[in-house]
Each structure stands twice: as structure tokens, then as C-alpha cells.
């Protein structure tokens, strides 16, 4: 993998950010972008993302090899699900540079059959963040 890859990490627990930040950093080398909330992720990739009429600008964080995107699934106001409807908004080719994977330590089945069905989500990971699990399924999507 390459190091250029960005990692995005939205918890809104301090914590989880933190430990997660660090795991995700020292597994691969790479800087974590950390959000406290929806509202400030999808601001941050309203700005970055270099979307401009349904196509990548160049030099824009998708447009390199992508972004990991690490969702929690319950956050207050804008919650995980709330952020996945407005990234389907986003063009085609925009969610083909992202792999976005939820988090969360829910036990709630109808949450979690919601969020392994989504299309956009490729795994609904168990807090805490089990490292070796988020590489075998980095490895398997092809990441």
C-alpha cells in the first residue's frame, strides 16, 4: 500500500480517535485526518475532494490512490447513516476512490444488518479497531 493513501477517521469520541489514529498510523505509515462529527468530515471533503461537474479535479484527495474512510455509526446529530446519504450523492467517481468502512460497538442487529447492506460501505468493523482485521479486509477489496 501506498503511503500517499489517506486514512479519515470520524468518532466522535475522543478516545477512539486517538487509539485508532495511532494504530492506523503505525500499521501504515500513514497520517490520520480525525473529525469529531458528520458535519465537519463532509465539510472537509466537500472542500477537498476536488469534486467540480461530476469529475475528480487534479491534485484533489481522491484523485491520488483514494481515501479510507472510517465511519462510526453512532454519533449525535449527523450520525454514520446520515453521512452515508449525502456521500451518495457524490459521482461515481468520486465513491470509486473511496473504501469507507463503518465502526462501531453496537450490538443493535437491525443497525448492523443496515450497515453491512449498505452499497457504499465494504465492512462494518467492531470497536475497539482490530488492526489485523481492518488489513485482511484492506487486503480483500484491494486497498
Known amino acids: ?25 503505525a500499521a501504515y505509515g500513514a497520517a490520520v485526518r480525525k ?9 472537509a471533503l466537500a472542500r477537498d475532494s476536488g469534486v467540480e461537474d461530476n469529475d475528480l479535479r487534479e491534485g484533489s484527495a481522491l484523485a491520488g490512490p483514494g481515501v479510507v474512510v472510517l465511519l462510526d455509526i453512532k454519533m449525535p446529530g449527523v450520525d454514520g447513516f446520515g ?3 449525502r456521500l451518495e450523492m457524490y459521482p461515481s467517481t468520486a465513491l470509486e476512490r473511496m473504501t469507507v468502512f463503518m465502526l462501531s460497538a453496537t450490538l443493535d442487529p437491525e443497525e448492523l444488518r443496515r450497515a453491512e447492506g449498505h452499497p457504499i460501505v465494504e465492512a462494518l468493523l467492531p470497536k475497539p479497531l482490530d488492526i489485523h482485521q481492518l488489513r485482511g479486509w484492506m487486503e480483500q477489496v484491494g486497498r
Not at 479519515?8 to 480517535?17: G, H, K, P, Q, S
Request: net charge negative; charged share 35%.
Open 1 to 25: 500500500m501506498s503511503a500517499s493513501r489517506e486514512f479519515w477517521l470520524v468518532d466522535d469520541n475522543e478516545i477512539d480517535r486517538v487509539v485508532n489514529g495511532r494504530l492506523i498510523e
Open 35 to 43: 473529525f469529531k462529527d458528520g458535519p465537519g468530515f463532509l465539510e
Open 83 to 85: 453521512v452515508l446519504e
